[in-house]
């Protein structure tokens, strides 16, 4: 995994609540056995005026030029200002995969989708939860801003502003340190493969039942 | 010891270990895989050269990409195909528990293989790459969905590292009117607390509406605990859930079955525990329920009519409801019994079992599709479920009122196979996801009860299914 550090980066604001995952990526690309190229389907029935097909070649595509991240000011876009239940639905990795390909790097939301927010952290995607009426702000900051940018800092935990305004944000410890460093879950926890172990044949010998 | 709830009873006993700020790493008892959110898993353990922790967790399917009609073409579409076919491959070579290939008599959607099969016992960890697995709470197993890189996490270490949800008990009491069923409670429900009020707890669902329910039932209410928001939902084991279980293929047998029974009884919260939010519905005033708008919280009874965003103050909130109508082709305060249906798809992980079809074979018996239908399909969601509704003449009801009776699997559900809908349709779903171009791009998703699918099938526009019925 990509380690996260800080991103300063051009920032887009889409502005909908419970954007859920099959808008995010949707289904016909999930038949991919792949785990890389979704970016180009992000958003794939907002951007688009035609149906996508999976393998389709997107940049002769016809363009919705009313979907925000099809104009040109937004065009680099590394930070997403989301609204209420962002990333709901179901519980396709795909959904960062394609935002991550795409270029994201940081998306912050008043509220997430719980396994959506959990995938996020495996793909070097930092979802920050801020208060709404900060976000708020955020929103109307760079509507109106050509070139609006945050500087997203993990290891000091805020955003700054263009204005040069400080806004901390919460993360989980244990995240924060797997993030900063870019670390494979998977390794991290054999180091308890002992207890793993353990664990499993106190469970077999208390409850035979669960291992036919 | 302080009371406990459910919730807190399976987190504890199956807690490894746990890192300073309570992350911890949780064992997984049984891992359900599926062809769509597997492959990538399977190759990132190839490639850092890892093994399966216990193949014997593993339980198999392939659902999601599968046709459901034509089975004697195979799988047509080559990226489909390539899917399942890699599934197949990646189950030869690690095994497992039990594997229902395309086509074998046991195949179907997962959720519902699992239980069926006696694989989802109470007081396992269930998870699956699928945010559907909440279904399997019904049988008080901490079960919930999780994304790729979790289900390699799964098969390489038999652990998930988690955090403790906060617990939300949602207490319906009272008898459910005629023709109100599982799904109109669970939809009530999210209308109530919204798709986001569960983010963040697991949903203990309790209360005398709960225990009357059938493990199908029960199902239902689970499976769309993550449609309001939640990883997990949960009820407590009864003799309903005991009862269900024995003799499956895979439960427990002789002295063990005392054992696990014996065990299995202790699964529900203890008198006096602690829940951090408590909802109660009073079952007799639910409705039946219909969703008008893309997201399952967008929803009212059947003798109600199509919010009016003008009269909302949220601007959020309006803009939202504005945009869902503009997409589901609907005027403000239109009645819900005057918008007409041209599909009708009865099936999925929510209402794809047996007592979801004879609800909707009573319906169905001795009437027609309308004519301004354009099509009903019926697919249960297994091989097994098949067979039983052929062997109660099921699906001769179903055909006999020109519905469609197809073989088992995902279909129309998310429409990654041939079943969808065409751009502006209107369908009757008894399924659990109405957004934007889920059923197939431009399609307009209304989720209903299977019996309020039948109804709909039978009169080519949302009826409320008492009048119906005898
Ligand atoms: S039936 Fe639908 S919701 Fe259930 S597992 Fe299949 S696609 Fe997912």
Redesign the pocket.
């Known amino acids: 995994m990509k380690p996260f550090d800080v991103v300063d980066g051009l920032t887009v604001p889409l502005d909908r609540a419970n954007v859920d995952t099959d808008a995010i990526i949707p289904k016909q690309f999930l038949k991919s056995i792949q785990r890389s190229g979704f970016g180009p389907n992000l958003f794939d029935e907002w951007r688009y005026l035609d149906v996508g097909q999976p393998g389709q070649d997107c940049s002769g595509r016809p363009k919705n030029p009313d979907f925000v991240l099809n104009q040109p000011r937004y065009q680099g876009a590394q930070v997403l200002l989301a609204r209420d239940n962002f990333g709901c639905g179901s519980s396709r990795e795909h959904a960062p995969w394609a935002l991550e390909d795409y270029g994201f790097r940081v998306i912050i939301a008043p509220s997430f989708a719980d396994i959506f927010f959990n995938n996020c952290f495996k793909n070097g995607l930092l979802p920050i939860r801020l208060d709404a009426v900060i976000l708020d702000e955020l929103f109307r900051q760079c509507e109106t801003t050509e070139g609006y940018r945050l500087k997203v800092d993990l290891a000091a935990q805020t955003i700054t502003r263009p204005d040069g305004e400080v806004i901390a944000f919460d993360v989980d410890p244990f995240r924060k340190e797997c993030l900063l460093n870019g670390w494979d879950d998977i390794g991290l926890t054999l180091r308890h493969a002992d207890k793993i172990r353990a664990f499993e044949e106190q469970r077999r010998a208390q409850h035979p039942y669960y291992y036919a | 010891m302080l009371p406990q709830t459910l919730y807190e009873k399976l987190w504890s006993s199956h807690v490894v270990h746990q890192e300073a700020d309570g992350t911890a790493l949780i064992y997984i008892d049984r891992h359900l895989v599926h062809e769509v959110t597997s492959p990538q898993a399977f190759e990132g353990l190839k490639l850092a050269g890892r093994k399966p922790w216990r193949v014997t967790s593993i339980v198999a399917t392939a659902?999601?990409n599968t046709p459901t009609d034509h089975w004697e073409r195979g799988i047509e579409d080559p990226v489909s195909r390539q899917q399942v076919e890699t599934l197949d491959a990646n189950l030869r070579e690690v095994g497992s528990l039990a594997y229902f290939p395309f086509m074998d008599a046991r195949q179907g959607?997962?959720?519902v293989i699992g239980p069926e099969n006696g694989t989802t016992l109470p007081g396992m960890t269930v998870v699956c790459g699928?945010s559907?697995t909440s279904t399997h709470g019904a049988f008080a197993c901490l079960a919930h969905g999780i994304g790729t890189s979790e289900v390699e996490h799964v098969m390489a270490t038999q652990c998930l590292l988690q955090k403790k949800s906060r617990t939300m008990l949602v207490q319906v009491d009272g008898q459910l009117g005629r023709g109100v069923t599982a799904k109109d409670v669970v939809l009530a429900i999210i209308g109530e607390i919204g798709t986001a009020g569960g983010t963040g707890y697991a949903i203990e669902f309790a209360g005398s509406a709960i225990r009357s329910l059938s493990m199908e039932g029960r199902m239902t209410v689970c499976n769309m605990a993550i449609e309001a928001g939640a990883r997990a939902g949960l009820v407590a084991v009864d003799e309903t859930t005991i009862d269900y279980l024995r003799d499956k293929p895979f439960s427990p047998r002789g002295v063990q079955w005392d054992a696990a029974v014996a065990y299995w009884k202790t699964l529900r919260s203890d008198e006096g525990a602690q829940f951090d939010k408590v909802v109660r519905i009073d079952a007799s005033a639910i409705a039946p329920q219909v969703t008008w708008g893309t997201s399952p919280e967008m929803v009212t009874t059947v003798t109600g009519k199509v919010p009016d965003p003008a009269r909302i103050d949220d601007p959020v909130k309006r803009e939202g409801v504005e945009r869902a109508l503009k997409y589901m082709g609907l005027e403000a305060n239109t009645p819900i019994t005057e918008i007409a249906v041209q599909q009708v798809f009865i099936g999925?992980?929510t209402n794809s079992r047996i007592e979801d079809l004879r609800e909707a074979a009573a319906v169905a018996r001795g009437r027609r599709k309308a004519d301004s239908v354009r099509r009903v399909l019926v697919v249960p969601g297994s091989g097994l479920v098949k067979q039983q509704a052929e062997a109660e003449g099921l699906d001769r009801i179903f055909i006999d009122a020109g519905f469609e009776w197809r073989e088992p699997g995902?279909s129309m559900?998310?429409a990654m196979n041939a079943d969808r809908l065409e751009p502006g349709e209107h369908c009757a779903s008894t399924?659990?996801r109405n957004f934007e171009g889920r059923q197939g791009a431009g399609g307009r998703t209304h989720l209903v009860s299977p019996a309020m699918a039948a109804a709909a099938a039978v009169t080519g526009r949302f009826t409320d299914v008492r009048e119906l019925s005898q």
Do not use: G, K, R, Y
């Open positions: 659902d999601h959607i997962i959720h699928d559907h999925s992980c995902c559900c998310l399924s659990n």
